[in-house]
Each structure stands twice: as structure tokens, then as C-alpha cells.
């Protein structure tokens, strides 16, 4: 990687679902110039998703990008190379697995285990086709790699660790499922204490996916312990990102981008925070927000500083 240009954040790290790609997942050739722009500049682009890395990295591979780029997958809880090589696995302890199951009986048609493999058995859940009828895009991009398991507590039989739980449906239906897991009893408690519960809602298509990650697991937390890793301070990191389980990421890092298709809730924090807002993710939002940032500290190396769009956030969440 060649030598970061002074005044450039040392990492971007960036989202896919929303902010990379457009709403048919597609990367468009504008962003990808903008990510290999930064990479020429000296910048260690860094990708974090809700997805698996599998999944991920096929979307990704056509950048070319090199075999030691990072990818954080599952929300945080897998951190691995390009080119395959584990740098962080968090997993959800088996007792916690079957807590969740317990607590999310009546979501059991949505709920699925995501396991860190590869092929059938990497996402398991109890019936495909309840699944499909929620999610049916997603089951048919993931079909290869489902399992069904009945009941879904035999899925642990083995002893091997999930990394992500997740369930899945309308904004309404996820409300309720919410409720559940927020619920004032002593189990709902207890499962609070050793889980954590990210979001992610589309209100256009009426869909909303809760994912339950190992305790303290986020893309924020795997973030800051890359970081570290790197040496690298949070002033020195850039994020973008466009929904609510990039919020921890986005509060972590110096500076933070949100997307413009980002839900209200998002936007208020971003507004609350003076965190920067870019275009729309259909009309490649992200790559003008990288490009900004390209050209504005290219600026200010020459010395000619002028107003910065992209502030510190004021407060940083703990991941």
C-alpha cells in the first residue's frame, strides 16, 4: 500500500448493504473508482457488513482490491482478509443459542443461526419456505448455503458456536419482536446481559432484520480492535454508513457519514452528532463523499484549509 497522503484518514471503512451498493446490489464502477482512489492515496479501505463474509466478498472481489484487505462480516463478529486469512472470530456460546431460541419461540419462522462455514449448514434455520415467504430475495441469494433443522435447538448438538442470530419481517412484526427481547421478565433480562442487538430497516420495502451478536459484538467494537491492531487513532478513521447497525462504527470513528436513503433515526443522530450527510446510494452517495474527502485534504495539504463538512462526532458509543 503505498505511503497515506498527509491530512487523509489512515482507514475508511464503509458499509455495503445501502451505502456501497445501490438498491439492486450493484457496485457501480463511479464508487469502485472512488474506493480504489483512496487505496491509491495511501488509505486502508476496510468493508463492514451485516453479512457473511462468503456473501461479501463476491460482491467485492471484482475491485481487484489487495489480498489483505479487511473484511468485517456478521456484524463484527468475523474479521478476515481478502485473501482468507482470520484476523477476529467472535462466537455466540451454545447456552446463549439456545436461550435465544427459547426467547424468540414465537419467531422461530424467521429465525436463523449463522454459522462460520462455508456451503449447506452455514445458515440454519427451522423451515425454508416460512423463511422465503418473509425474505424471499435473500433466501434465493442464499440458498445454497441454508439448512433446515427441526427444531433449530439440534443445530447445536456438536457444540459449535454460532457467530449471528437472526430474525427478520415487517417493521411491525419486528416492533413485537423487539418487545419480546426487551421484555421486563428475569429470562429477557438475563439475555440482555449477554447478547447484542443490532437493527437494520428498510421502511421503503417495509422490512426490518434484528440481528442478536455475541456480547458486545458490533462493527463498531471490531473497528476499534483492528484499529488498535493498526495503531491507528479513531481521529484517524472515516465511516460511512446507512442504517442503525452502523451507528456504534459510525460514533467510533473521527469522522462519520451518513447516507442520505439512511431511516430517520439514523439521520437524527447524524444531525445530533454533526456527523456529514451524502447523496443517496442510488446516485452514488458514497463515492462523493470519498472523493470529497480525496480532494478536501488534498486542500488543506497545500494549505489552503477552507470549511470542513465532515466534523469529530461529540460523544463515542462503546461497541
Same mark, same amino acid.
Given at each position: ?16 448493504? #445501502? ?5 439492486? #446490489? ?58 482468507? /486469512? ?13 436461550? +435465544? ?17 462455508? #456451503? ?21 441469494? @442464499? ?15 456438536? #457444540? ?14 419486528? @416492533? ?13 433480562? @438475563? ?13 421503503? /420495502? ?70 456529514? +450527510? ?29 470549511? /470542513? ?11
Amino acid at each position: 500500500m503505498p505511503p497515506c497522503q498527509p491530512g487523509c484518514p489512515r482507514i475508511l471503512a464503509c458499509d455495503l448493504d #445501502g451505502t456501497l451498493l445501490n438498491g439492486k #446490489g450493484v457496485l457501480t464502477e463511479a464508487t469502485a473508482a472512488a474506493l480504489r482512489k483512496a487505496v491509491a492515496s495511501g488509505v486502508e479501505v476496510v468493508f463492514a457488513t451485516g453479512r457473511r463474509h462468503s456473501f461479501a466478498w463476491t460482491m467485492l472481489a471484482p475491485l481487484g482490491l489487495d489480498p489483505e484487505t479487511v473484511l468485517i462480516s456478521s456484524n463484527g463478529a468475523i474479521s478476515r482478509t481478502f485473501g482468507g /486469512r482470520p484476523l477476529d472470530c467472535i462466537g455466540m456460546p451454545v447456552e446463549t443459542a439456545l436461550q +435465544v431460541c427459547h426467547q424468540l419461540n414465537d419467531f422461530r419462522d424467521s429465525l436463523v443461526f449463522t454459522f462460520d462455514r462455508t #456451503g449447506p449448514g452455514a445458515l440454519v434455520v427451522e423451515n425454508i419456505a416460512a423463511l422465503q415467504a418473509r425474505l424471499s430475495r435473500w433466501v434465493e441469494s @442464499n440458498l445454497h448455503e441454508l439448512e433446515a433443522v427441526l427444531p433449530l435447538e439440534r443445530a447445536f448438538a456438536g #457444540g459449535e458456536e454460532p457467530v449471528q442470530a437472526m430474525i427478520c419481517g415487517t417493521l411491525a412484526a419486528m @416492533n413485537k419482536g423487539l418487545a419480546v427481547l426487551d421484555a421486563a421478565t428475569e429470562q429477557a433480562e @438475563n439475555l440482555r446481559k449477554i447478547i447484542s442487538i443490532h437493527r437494520t430497516e428498510y421502511p421503503a /420495502r417495509d422490512l426490518s432484520i434484528v440481528d442478536l451478536m455475541p456480547n458486545g459484538c458490533s462493527k463498531g467494537s471490531a473497528l476499534a480492535r483492528l484499529a488498535a491492531n493498526r495503531g491507528v487513532d479513531a481521529a484517524d478513521i472515516m465511516a460511512i454508513g446507512d442504517n442503525m447497525n452502523d451507528a456504534e462504527m459510525l460514533a467510533y470513528a473521527g469522522r462519520a457519514v451518513v447516507m442520505e436513503n439512511s431511516p430517520e433515526e439514523l439521520l437524527g443522530m447524524a444531525a445530533a452528532n454533526s456527523w456529514s +450527510v451524502t447523496g443517496s446510494n442510488e446516485f452514488d452517495g458514497a463515492a462523493r463523499a470519498i472523493l470529497r474527502m480525496l480532494e478536501e485534504d488534498s486542500r488543506s495539504d497545500r494549505g489552503r484549509r477552507g470549511d /470542513r463538512p465532515l466534523r469529530l462526532p461529540t460523544e463515542c458509543l462503546e461497541g
